[in-house]
C-alpha cells in the first residue's frame, strides 16, 4: 500500500491518465469531513478537468437538513458518499441513516454506494427502503475476484440491479483481484455479469484512481475496460464512458 500513502492532486491524475482519452472526472471523497468538501472545491476551481464533486456529510446529524442547505449553494458538489464499507450492518440499516437518506431527494442529490461483496444484502434492505433516490454502486460492490468465487456477489448483484434507481460503476475490480496473478477473463466474467444485469444504460466508467495504482497503472485499466467496450455501439460506449454519468450527476 506505500505507493498510495501521500497526497495526490489534479496534476496527478492528468499525468496518470495522459495516454487515454479521458478529460473531465468526478472527484469522490477520501475523507469523511465536511472540510474536504471545501478542499475539493478550491481544487475544482482550478483545475477544470473536476467536473463535479461526490462529498461527505453526517447522515445522523440532526441538522441535516441545515447542512444539506448550506451545500446547496455549491452546485458543483451532486451527491454523497458514506464509507460504508467500514461499518456494520446496523449501522447501515439504522433507522437514522436511512431518514437521513430520504432526504436527499429534496435536494436533488445522488448518493454513491460504497461497500464489499458481503454487505451487498444489507444494501438491498437500504435501497427498498429508500425508493426513487438515484444510487450508484461503487466499484461493482467489490467482488471477490481473488478467491474466484462470486457466486453469492452474482446472485446479489441481480437483485440490486431489479432496482431502476441502482446504477452500477465498473471501477475497482483490479484492487479486488490478485494483483500479481489474475487473468484477463476473471475480470470480463464480473463484466458480464454487471452488464448482463444493468444493462449499458446505468453503468459508468470509473478508475478507482490513485487506489487502482497498487495493482496496475491506470492507463491498464483504461486499456482493459476500453477492450471489452469494444464489442458494443459507439452510441454504447459513449454513454458508457460519459452520457450516463453526465446523466447520473448532472
Given at each position: 500500500m506505500d505507493v498510495i500513502r501521500k497526497d495526490f492532486m489534479p496534476s496527478d491524475f492528468i499525468h496518470?491518465?495522459?495516454?487515454?482519452?479521458?478529460?473531465g472526472c468526478i472527484a469522490v471523497q477520501a475523507?469523511?469531513?465536511?472540510?474536504?468538501?471545501?478542499?475539493?472545491?478550491?481544487?475544482?476551481?482550478?483545475?477544470?478537468?473536476?467536473?463535479?464533486?461526490?462529498?461527505w456529510i453526517d447522515f445522523l446529524n440532526p441538522n441535516l437538513e441545515e447542512r444539506l442547505s448550506y451545500w446547496k449553494n455549491f452546485?458543483?458538489?451532486?451527491?454523497?458518499?458514506?464509507?460504508?464499507?467500514?461499518?456494520?450492518?446496523?449501522?447501515?440499516?439504522?433507522?437514522?441513516?436511512?431518514?437521513?437518506?430520504k432526504q436527499l431527494k429534496t435536494f436533488n442529490y445522488a448518493y454513491d454506494l460504497l461497500c464489499y461483496h458481503d454487505q451487498l444484502k444489507a444494501i438491498i434492505k437500504l435501497v427498498d427502503q429508500v425508493p426513487n433516490q438515484p444510487f450508484v454502486l461503487d466499484h461493482c460492490g467489490k467482488p471477490n475476484i481473488?478467491?474466484?468465487?462470486?457466486?453469492?456477489?452474482?446472485?446479489?448483484?441481480?437483485t440490486l440491479a431489479q432496482?431502476?434507481?441502482?446504477?452500477?460503476?465498473?471501477?475497482?475490480l483490479l484492487t479486488e483481484a490478485d494483483w500479481l496473478n489474475?487473468?484477463?477473463n476473471q475480470i470480463f466474467e464480473c463484466f458480464d455479469i454487471v452488464f448482463d444485469e444493468f444493462g449499458v444504460d446505468r453503468i459508468m466508467y470509473g478508475s478507482d484512481w490513485p487506489v487502482v495504482s497498487v495493482s496496475r497503472p491506470y492507463s491498464d485499466w483504461f486499456i482493459l475496460v476500453n477492450k471489452y467496450?469494444?464489442?458494443?455501439?459507439?452510441?454504447?460506449?459513449?454513454?458508457?464512458?460519459?452520457?450516463?454519468?453526465?446523466?447520473?450527476?448532472?
Open positions: 496518470a491518465s495522459r495516454s487515454t482519452p479521458i478529460n475523507d469523511q469531513s465536511e472540510a474536504q468538501n471545501h478542499f475539493l472545491l478550491s481544487l475544482a476551481d482550478q483545475n477544470p478537468v473536476i467536473k463535479g464533486i461526490v462529498g452546485p458543483l458538489i451532486k451527491g454523497w458518499r458514506h464509507v460504508l464499507q467500514a461499518e456494520t450492518e446496523d449501522f447501515i440499516l439504522d433507522k437514522k441513516f436511512i431518514n437521513g437518506l481473488k478467491s474466484k468465487n462470486i457466486k453469492n456477489w452474482s446472485e446479489d448483484i441481480k432496482n431502476q434507481h441502482i446504477n452500477c460503476k465498473l471501477s475497482g489474475f487473468t484477463e467496450l469494444s464489442q458494443f455501439s459507439e452510441l454504447a460506449q459513449q454513454q458508457f464512458f460519459s452520457g450516463n454519468a453526465e446523466r447520473f450527476y448532472k
